[in-house]
Every structure is written in C-alpha cells, then in structure tokens.
C-alpha cells in the first residue's frame, strides 16, 4: 500500500467519525433523527467523494494538493465541505484541462457533425 492508499483509507475513516461527531451534535441542538442522519449521510458521501479525488489526483497526476486540502479543511458540516470541494476543484481542474484533452478526437466525423471530445470533464464528448 502506497501514500494513496493510505490516504484514501485514513480519509474515510476521519470522515466518517467527523460525520457522526456532527449527526451527535445535530441530535444534540434538537434537529429532528431523520434530518440528522441525512446530513449525516450527506456529509460522508462528500467525504467519501473527496477522498476518491484525492487517491485518483495522486494515482494518475501525482497531486498531493487534493489530499493536503482535505487534511487542512477536514470533514462533517456543510462549510468545510464547501471550502474543501471549491479548493479541491481549484487544484484539479486546470490538471484536468491540460492533460486529458484528446485532441485525436476533435474532428472525428459523427453522425455528419464535428465531435468536441470532452473527456477532460468526464462527458466524453458532444455534437455541434
């Protein structure tokens, strides 16, 4: 097991106590149990989804950024969350941007229209 590995794994488990320590918290200030566990969830598959990024950024990029923001901003409530995902997108976009764009496919013929591929955003492409 490498760092990412690791990081990936230490992740999820600081995720899930800071989501539990915030459905407690929840439960705690009167916030009705079915509420509670859906922050609760919430915050976790945030979380869960952030630590992914990170164990893809470094595995395929060698991006440490991702996994230092996580660390930095940690997990459970809406605010880091935000804060946590708005960094995390501003370190892994432009990488995205400049190095998944598949310029073999930018004119391929489809259907009778240019194909724009797009796979640097996960949408594999769209007609003009």
């Known amino acids: 097991m490498g760092y990412a590995d690791n990081m990936r794994i230490l992740g999820n488990i600081s995720c899930g106590m800071g989501s ?7 439960k705690a200030d009167g916030v009705n149990s079915s509420v509670a566990a859906n ?15 990170g164990y893809y950024a470094y595995k395929d990029f060698g991006l440490r950024g991702v996994n230092d923001i996580n660390i930095a901003y940690g997990y459970g409530d809406a605010q880091k969350n935000t804060a946590a995902t708005l960094g995390i997108l501003g370190v892994v976009t432009p990488q995205l941007f400049f190095n998944s764009f598949n310029y073999n496919t930018m004119y391929t013929q489809t259907f009778g229209m240019p194909y724009m591929g797009l796979g640097m955003m996960g949408m594999g492409g769209y007609l003009c």
């Open 39 to 53: 922050n609760m969830i919430g915050n976790f598959m945030n979380g869960a989804l952030r630590n992914e990024a």
């Open 20 to 26: 539990l320590a915030t459905y407690f918290q929840n």
